[in-house]
């Protein structure tokens, strides 16, 4: 007979997965609650949400979204069966701040780690995670690139200006020495 709790749980997975498409599966290995908690905290302030889960229950969940969507069947056939114990790491739409906030408790805490996960459809493996989650944020992305368009204009009219701030430098210098 299923067990009516169980069910329930799953349901609810299926509800977070079918909202939310963007996770990770995070691996929280030997990890205490007081550790868990702290992440919870610095993840709720990026509008992420973290939860432990049974891997038998997310495995069953995915299996019912796989027959709904091919993504979830990639996910199946290339991450399943899953060891280890496991949390589900919901991403907002704006997904990187949270990758970066977990990547830095996890550059702390080493029992934690990514297993996989699926991003914007397409789903990536813990290694392709760690490199994203290292990556800087959007607007630090198009500061930089403003700051360097922005350099470049400056220096090209700075080159522009010098010939005419080293003769005026002279001019100044010989008006000087004639008084």
């Excluded at 702390?108 to 914007?120: N, V």
């Amino acid at each position: 007979m299923v067990n009516k709790k169980n069910l329930a749980l799953v349901q609810k997975l299926l509800d977070n997965l079918s909202k939310n498409q963007n996770f990770a599966l995070v691996k929280i290995d030997k990890s205490s609650h007081q550790t868990l908690e702290s992440l919870r905290k610095e993840l709720k302030k990026s509008q992420s949400f973290f939860k432990v889960i049974k891997n038998t229950l997310f495995e069953k969940a995915i299996n019912k979204l796989s027959q709904k969507e091919k993504i979830f069947s990639r996910l199946n056939d290339s991450f399943f069966p899953l060891k280890e114990t496991s949390a589900l790491l919901i991403l907002d739409k704006e997904w990187s701040k949270s990758l970066s906030t977990f990547y830095q408790f996890i550059k702390k805490e080493t029992s934690l780690s990514f297993k996989f996960g699926l991003i914007d459809g397409k789903s990536y493996s813990a290694s392709e995670l760690l490199e994203i989650a290292r990556l800087p944020s959007k607007d630090q992305l198009l500061a930089n690139i403003i700051g360097s368009m922005n350099s470049s204009s400056s220096r090209t009219v700075f080159a522009l200006k010098f010939n005419l701030l080293k003769l005026t430098n002279i001019l100044k210098e010989k008006s000087k020495k004639s008084n």
